[in-house]
């Protein structure tokens, strides 16, 4: 079945270090994008990517890093610069705006706790 | 910012209809009106879309005012896995940044046996 695969579900995170969040997809999908979700929050863009080898800053990008080296993955680092990473993360995919008119497809998220 | 202004919270009961209404005053004509929705925990998951014709399809009913100002989202018949934020977003069908999709704090839906 295609679909969107985030790993791992939680991660915890001692300050200072950098993580990288997985995002995987295999609906062939040219766009990717990263969220992150505060408690009772909407969704914050971070970074998006609108075809392989480009992305492009989102609304709260500092203290986060990505790549695109295979239209299939997007990973995202949250680098010890990202004073309060504590959030939960989501990634989508989707045909890019101006090519169609579909909606994204989400991950199931993770969940990163700052110990 | 949201395009669009949604009350914080709504309840129906198990079994009837439940109306979830969206503002969106400044919509442009090339924008769409799309509904998600976010179980606890969970990624959000697309509903519907809609330019200006009224759409149903099998999770629900998107009814879009003649003046596009305003939408409402139906589920004809609410159950319990129905619980969830619902959120409603304008989008434009353009490239770059202003084709991304913006999520307000949507409407918490609480349906109750």
């Known amino acids: 079945d295609g679909g969107i695969t985030q790993s791992p579900k939680y991660l915890f995170r001692k300050e200072g270090q950098n993580v990288t969040l997985s995002c995987e997809q295999n609906?062939?999908?040219?766009?990717m994008y990263w969220y992150r979700q505060d408690p009772g929050q909407g969704l914050r863009l971070i970074y998006y990517?609108?075809?392989?080898?480009?992305?492009q800053k989102g609304d709260i990008a500092e203290g986060y890093s990505v790549s695109r080296e295979k239209k299939e993955s997007f990973p995202l680092t949250v680098t010890s610069a990202q004073k309060n990473p504590t959030a939960f993360y989501l990634c989508?995919?989707?045909?890019?705006?101006?090519?169609?008119?579909?909606?994204?497809?989400f991950g199931s998220g993770t969940r990163l706790t700052v110990v | 910012d949201a395009k669009t202004t949604q009350p914080p919270s709504m309840d129906c009961a198990e079994g009837r209809a439940a109306n979830l209404p969206c503002n969106h005053s400044?919509?442009?004509?090339?924008?769409?009106v799309y509904w998600y929705r976010q179980i606890h925990s969970q990624g959000p998951q697309y509903i519907i879309h809609?330019?200006?014709n009224n759409e149903t399809n099998e999770m629900a009913s998107l009814i879009i005012t003649e003046d596009r100002k305003s939408s409402t989202l139906i589920l004809p018949h609410a159950t319990l896995r129905d619980t969830a934020v619902y959120y409603c977003i304008v989008r434009v069908w353009s490239g770059g940044s202003q084709g991304n999709l913006i999520f307000g704090k949507g409407t918490k839906l609480s349906v109750k046996p």
């Open positions: 809609g330019l200006k």
């Open positions: 609906l062939n999908h040219d766009a």
């Open positions: 989508a995919s989707s045909i890019p705006p101006g090519q169609g008119i579909y909606g994204y497809t």
């Open positions: 400044t919509i442009s004509g090339n924008e769409y």
């Open positions: 990517s609108q075809i392989v080898n480009d992305f």
